[in-house]
Every structure is written in structure tokens, then in C-alpha cells.
């Protein structure tokens, strides 16, 4: 089927908007609140757009769809090769649509540098919607590693009071793991001559090379995830980013390395990938655990959500490394889902930060009696992020699960203990804010949400109640990717 290059619009439009953005002047009131809808605009058009992905994505249908391929450096047989399954479409969708709520929870917050604030943003929508699309090893790496130069401006920048180091962490931390993936993809191009993921993903490699690309992979998308240990960076930079920067981090960023693993690891290293399985689930299982028991133990709301993200992932990983059908469909769910939860949960700590400009839990209580409408919102997350029957965490926890069960009973009894772990840290971060003696004036003074901030969070709050009463709407377009690369693990 032909389409036009709708692929190549989403991914260039913002690159248009920042050529805009940077050719208006910034003198005036006036100009500075064009640039505040015109970016919010751009945003909602390239969501409308991905939409018709989703409208004209067959189901039924194997391989990649929307298919561009054009030569990019004929020298080197390197192409401007992208398009999607239903692995990318939805994490694409996913991108696309926090996008606008970025740019509309930052309306009163930002007003430094905002010309720079917005350009970057589009920057950065760019570049994630180029990495879940990319077909080519080195096209897919320049987007993956670009993700980093508008992230490390956003939290130095516009961050907290740590946010130089917070920045350089992140940045060090996931640049090195990307140079050890820059290698694998070279040796790939030559043990096979060619950098086309679809003919890679197909490739024979021989065993004792699988190993070694193996784990180049394995640390560059461990990082990304991230897993334990190598996960000291989120927590400092979910910390000292601001709001959106926290929501698209944790929204879509970590998801790099769960994408990472489906695209590359486990249908092009198969062997290596069933040989390791065990210590990635071990590992996975700790990070459960471990960061949940470490969530327990702080006062930061941001930082407790940060390391439950570390755990959230934890599943993610155990599900992929599952190698059946319930545990991939789990962890993909699982992303799906954390990519809207997470991000609510970082809104919902913005809408009191921009308020009492504090995250210290001693500071709030009996929130419920000047902010109703608020606590409702924030319970409606917290339960959808324990894993509540009927929300979209339910459904992706309880598929990993089921998945790791049937692979390895040991880990999965473990890792479900994270689930009451998970209820223990997030009931007691919503009791802490929300119930209590409302004593303190200028918690009193607080108003309700505003009219803005309840049109930013009802879509999220549809999007979580329809991901956990009808999850096929989501699972049924992934199932012919995932049925390939459970082939290609098959003994």
C-alpha cells in the first residue's frame, strides 16, 4: 500500500517548529505567548497526525508498514530507511501525545530562556519518534544518542538547584553505553554488510559472536531502562528536571531500553539472549525489590516516584526475558502503561511544587479539604500505579507475571513481592499528602486545580481506565511483531 511520507512528517515537523521558533523574536508578552500556542499547536498536530498510523496500521499484517527508504550515504550503503510495527507504533503514539502536555503543564512555570525551553522540547520529540522508527543500525543510533543533547539542556537549564550534576550524570552514565553499542552495531555491519534492522533481525550470527554483541547491547539499554545497578542516574535527574522534563523522561525515555531489547537483543541475538536470560531476570527481580524497599525510605514525592520507575521497569525486563507470549505482551503493556502513569504522577507532584514550591512530604496534609478535585486525581494514579484491577498497571504487571511464572517460578514469586511493596510506598506518599490535619496557612492557601490543569489530566484519566477495562485495543496491533520475535527464540 502506498502512503505518503506520513512517517517523515512526524518526525521532521518539529525540527520545522524550531526553525520558526528560532527565527521570532522574543521582546514582548505578546510574542513570548505566540510561542507558547504555536509550539502547543505544532505538538497537537503531529498527535493528530500519528493518529492515522494507528487508523491505517493493518493488524493482521506481518513486517513494517509505512515503509520510507531513500539512499542516505550511498559510500557506506547507509539509507534513510524507517517505518513501524506494533511494537513501534504504539511507544511512537506514546511520544506524540505527552508532547502537548509537556508544553501545556509548563504554560506558568517557565519563563526563563522559554524560546530555548520550547525549541528543545520539539528537539526532542524529534528524536524519540526517529528512534522507534529508524529501520537502519546507524540511522537509529543517531537518534537514539540526539535524545541526549535536548535532555541534558532541559535538566541544566531549567532544573533544580543540583542540576549541572544531575545533568553531567545522566549524560556520562548513558553516553557510555552508548559507545559500547556504536561497537556492536559496527561489528554487526561487519559480520553481515549490512545496517537494515529488518535483514538483521532475521541474520544467522555465530554463537560465540552473539555473546559478545550481547552484552555491548545489554549495558547501552540497561542504562536507558534503567536496571539495577546502573540506575543511580533517575533519581537525581527525575529530581532536578523540571515537571515535563520528569514527565517525558519517565514517559518515554526509559522506554528506549525496553525498545532497545525487542528491536535488537533478543530477535538478532537469540542464542546469546536465551544464555543470559537468567541473570537478567535475577537482576530484574533485585531491582523489584530493592528500589522499592529504597522508595519506602524517602521524602522526596519525586524521588520515591523515581525509584518506583526503577521498579516498574524491573517488570518490564522480567516479562521480556520471559520469552513467551504472555510475558513480551506484559512488559510492552507494562511500558504502554508506565509511560501514562509515571508521567500523571510527575504532574501531579508539579501541580503542588508550583504551588509551595517544596517536594519535602513533612510540608503537605488534609490536602482533601481544600483540593478535592485534586485528591481524587491523585488517587486514581496511585492506585493505577499499585496495580488496581480495572486500570492499565493491572494488566501489565499481571501478564509479566503470569509470563515469568511460566519461565521461572523462583523469580516470579519474588518479583510479585513488589507488589506489596509498591502498595506500601504509594499508599503512604498519598496518605502523607493528602489525609491529615490541615495545620499549616500556607498549605491552607492552596487552590484546587485549575481549569487547564484538569484539561491536561482528563485524557490520561480516560487513557488508564480504557488501557485496564479493554486491553485489547492495545495488545491485538502488537501481536504479529511479538509472535516474530518469539520465533526467532524458539529452540
Not at 61 to 86: C, K, M
Not at 157 to 181: E, I, Q
Not at 389 to 395: H, K, L, R
Request: glycine share 8%; with cysteine; net charge neutral.
Amino acid at each position: 500500500m502506498n502512503h505518503w511520507p506520513l512517517i517523515s512528517f512526524l518526525v521532521f515537523l518539529p525540527i520545522l517548529g524550531i526553525v520558526c521558533l528560532a527565527l521570532h523574536p522574543m521582546k514582548s508578552d505578546c510574542q513570548l505567548r505566540f510561542a507558547k500556542y504555536f509550539t502547543l499547536g505544532l505538538t497537537v498536530v503531529n498527535f493528530a497526525a500519528s493518529l492515522f498510523l494507528l487508523k491505517d496500521f493493518d493488524t493482521a499484517q506481518t513486517g513494517f508498514q509505512f515503509v520510507e527508504n531513500a539512499p542516505w550515504w550511498p559510500s557506506l550503503g547507509l539509507n534513510y530507511h524507517v517505518g513501524i510495527d506494533g511494537i513501534s507504533l504504539w511507544l511512537v503514539l506514546l511520544s506524540t501525545f505527552l508532547m502537548p502536555i509537556c508544553i501545556a503543564c509548563s504554560w506558568d512555570s517557565i519563563q526563563h530562556r522559554l524560546k530555548e525551553y520550547l525549541m528543545a522540547f520539539l528537539l526532542l520529540e524529534t528524536m524519540m519518534i526517529g528512534a522507534f522508527v529508524s529501520l537502519d543500525t546507524i540511522l537509529f543510533y543517531v537518534f537514539f544518542e540526539g535524545l541526549l543533547i535536548p535532555m541534558f539542556i532541559l535538566i541544566g537549564v531549567w532544573g533544580g538547584p543540583r542540576r549541572v550534576y544531575a545533568s553531567f550524570k545522566f549524560f556520562l552514565y548513558t553516553l557510555l553505553g552508548s559507545v559500547l553499542m556504536l561497537v556492536a552495531l559496527i561489528a554487526l555491519y561487519l559480520q553481515t554488510k549490512t545496517t537494515d534492522i529488518t535483514v538483521l533481525m532475521n541474520a544467522d550470527i555465530p554463537g560465540n559472536i552473539q555473546l559478545w554483541l550481547w552484552w555491548a547491547f545489554f549495558i547501552s539499554f540497561a542504562v536507558k531502562m534503567p536496571m539495577w545497578p546502573v540506575h543511580t542516574w533517575l533519581p537525581d535527574a527525575h529530581v532536578e528536571a523540571p515537571t515535563a522534563g520528569s514527565v517525558i523522561l519517565a514517559g518515554v525515555l526509559l522506554k528506549m531500553g525496553g525498545y532497545g531489547f525487542l528491536r535488537f537483543s533478543l530477535p538478532m541475538l537469540p542464542d546469546a539472549s536465551i544464555q543470559y536470560a537468567p541473570i537478567v531476570m535475577a537482576l530484574s527481580v533485585i531491582a523489584i525489590i530493592y528500589t522499592s524497599l529504597v522508595a519506602l525510605a524517602q521524602t522526596d514525592m519525586k524521588k520515591m516516584i523515581a525509584y518506583s520507575s526503577v521498579a516498574h521497569m524491573g517488570y518490564v525486563t522480567l516479562g521480556l526475558f520471559s520469552f513467551n507470549q504472555q510475558g513480551i505482551d506484559g512488559a510492552m503493556f507494562q511500558m504502554l502503561s508506565h509511560g501514562i502513569v509515571s508521567a500523571a504522577l510527575f504532574l501531579c507532584v508539579g501541580v503542588v511544587y508550583d504551588r509551595l514550591h517544596t517536594r519535602d512530604l513533612g510540608r503537605y496534609g488534609g490536602l482533601v479539604n481544600n483540593m478535592p478535585r485534586y485528591a481524587v486525581v491523585f488517587m486514581l494514579f496511585t492506585l493505577a500505579s499499585v496495580g488496581l484491577p480495572g486500570t492499565g498497571g493491572f494488566v501489565g504487571e499481571f501478564l509479566s507475571l503470569l509470563g515469568a511464572f511460566r519461565a521461572n517460578t523462583m523469580y516470579a514469586t519474588l518479583a510479585t513481592s513488589g507488589l506489596i511493596l509498591g502498595a506500601c510506598y504509594m499508599l503512604w506518599l498519598y496518605r502523607k499528602v493528602i489525609f491529615g490535619v490541615l495545620d499549616k496557612d500556607d498549605v491552607k492557601a492552596m487552590t484546587d486545580l485549575s481549569w487547564r490543569e484538569i484539561l491536561i489530566f482528563v485524557p490520561l484519566v480516560i487513557l488508564v481506565f480504557w488501557m485496564g477495562i479493554y486491553p485489547t485495543t492495545f495488545l491485538k496491533p502488537m501481536q504479529p511483531a511479538i509472535h516474530q520475535v518469539i520465533a526467532r527464540l524458539a529452540p
